[in-house]
């Protein structure tokens, strides 16, 4: 057996989707609009959402990333959520990224958090809900490649979670949020 049979496979390439993305400044205020491919090649400020999952034994939805992803693929998302479109609230995007990524819809949001994710090159104004949910979920394929329900403790033990997740998580867990149902 040779060492290339021993690599890795290499990963599909990412798939960056064509949408205009809301830029912000240092201090979070609307400042116009670029490509997301613009966005992410100059590092370029801006919001995304968060929305924690969680059904009646208080467990998260814990979400694996395709390999297609443009950021952290095959990672594990401790929230559903993504980038604010331009022109767009982050309750809207927190709906809509919600319906597309695990198909919940209708289901009553609940602003907790605003935090800062500024490391690895990111640098996002992040908005995190809370969502109790018990229903069937609709995994969006081309995002989405699995999902799971776990605890918060096991949740945040597990490996490959995605750094802007954990933050978010972690945060809400420390804050005594994640614990019991509204």
Known sequence: M??????????????IADESIQLVDAHNRPCGSASRAT???YRYWHR???????NAAG??????????????????DLAAGGVVGA???????????????????????????EF????????IFGSAYLVDYDGPL????????????????????????????RQAVETLWQRGRLEGRA
């Open 2 to 15: 040779t060492d290339d049979a021993l690599a890795p496979a290499p990963l599909p390439a990412p798939r």
């Open 39 to 41: 966005m992410r090649r």
């Open 48 to 54: 995304a959402t968060y929305i924690v999952v969680r």
């Open 59 to 76: 467990e998260l939805c814990v979400q694996r990333r395709t390999l297609t992803k443009e950021v952290f693929p095959g990672g594990l």
């Open 87 to 113: 022109g767009e609230s982050v309750h809207q995007a927190a709906r809509r990224e919600l319906a597309e990524e695990l198909g919940i819809i209708g289901e009553p949001l609940r602003h907790v958090l």
């Open 116 to 123: 800062v994710y500024d490391a690895d090159g990111h640098h």
């Open 138 to 165: 609709t995994l969006q394929a081309e995002e989405v490649a699995d999902a799971f329900w776990c605890s918060p403790e096991e949740a945040m033990a597990l490996d490959g979670v995605t750094p802007d997740t």
